[in-house]
């Protein structure tokens, strides 16, 4: 299968909405912030692995203990995506620490320095 199929691209948007929702409505840990985001999730064609960036709007304590909680609470992620999204397999789910909207923002600000 190529890399950028078609169906491919559609499980990826439904695993990153569905993840999305799975962290911000379901999940009741306190050590997950609660401005995070999944920016991107990409699924491998096979549905074995999948990799779930996520964003955190804080300092760099709020996004150690986020990942903390994302990552113990991995287990009931994965199955209430079993639940959600019908699939072959139910991928398993690594979690990366995204910092590119952090960084875009960053970007933006000292360009309106510049400009000012």
Known sequence: MRKNSIKNTRINGEVQRELSRIISRE??????A????????????????CKAYISVLGDQEAKDKTMEGLNSALGYIRRE???????????????????????????????DDLQK
């Open 27 to 32: 999940i009741k840990d306190p050590r997950i």
């Open 34 to 49: 609660p401005m995070t985001s999944v920016v991107d999730a990409v699924v491998t064609s096979d549905l074995k692995q």
């Open 81 to 111: 995506l079993a639940h959600t999204v019908n699939l072959r397999n139910t991928p398993e789910i690594q979690f990366i620490l995204d910092d590119s909207i952090e960084y875009g923002v960053e970007m933006s600000k000292k360009i």
